[in-house]
């Protein structure tokens, strides 16, 4: 499992990272929808991401892959946020923007505005499972505008900040809180809907 699902969660943790690249340069609206293109990478490639998975949990054995995609996206995020870095320094100073916003409102805020994200990222998910890529568009603006949190987003933007302003004991908390809340609004639906099945 590890050989085929960790490949592929590598490289959509690059492509959201290369679609946060854009958004630390172009930022706000025009930003937000160029974001998309990372989203409708992974979908097209079919690649691995923990926001297009997490939502789709069906058996015991599919938590240990949900673990291996955001293991992968993680690193995914790690290699571009070194090479930007180190190639596009003036992406620091945004990306610290964001971490430390994130570090402002705190876990608790930011598992509930990871949340939306969640319920946004699978429903957009779900559309393009359909054929339809439209929602894809939609949906990361709509995401983005509202604030709300994508772990693997800002896992990208946490690696890219300085490493002082990273090792801060409350971003581990935040960023746990952002997986979370992912989790949670991934799987919104389907709980709500089965508990309203008779």
Not at 128 to 143: I, T
Not at 153 to 181: I, K, N, R, S
């Amino acid at each position: 499992m590890f050989r085929k699902i960790f490949p592929p969660a590598i490289l959509a943790g690059i492509c959201i990272a290369i679609a946060g690249t854009v958004y630390l340069r172009v930022g706000g609206l025009g930003g937000a929808v160029l974001f998309g293109f990372g989203l409708m990478t992974v979908v097209y490639y079919g690649l691995k991401l923990y926001t297009g998975t997490a939502g789709f949990i069906r058996a015991r054995g599919d938590w240990g892959m949900l673990g291996v995609v955001l293991l992968g996206n993680i690193v995914g995020c790690w290699l571009t946020a070194m090479a930007v870095r180190y190639a596009l320094p003036d992406c620091i100073e945004p990306a610290t923007n964001i971490l430390q916003g994130r570090l402002a409102k705190g876990p608790f805020a930011c598992f509930l505005l990871a949340i939306g994200c969640g319920f946004i990222m699978t429903t957009a998910v779900n559309f393009a499972r359909q054929g339809k890529m439209l929602p894809l568009l939609f949906g990361v603006p709509l995401f983005i505008m509202c604030g709300f949190a994508h772990s693997i987003a800002d896992a990208f933007y946490f690696l890219a900040a300085p490493t002082d302003v990273l090792w801060q004991p409350m971003v581990l908390a935040v960023y746990v809180c952002e997986v979370l809340g992912n989790f949670v609004g991934c799987n919104l639906y389907r709980w709500v809907m089965v508990g309203l099945i008779p």
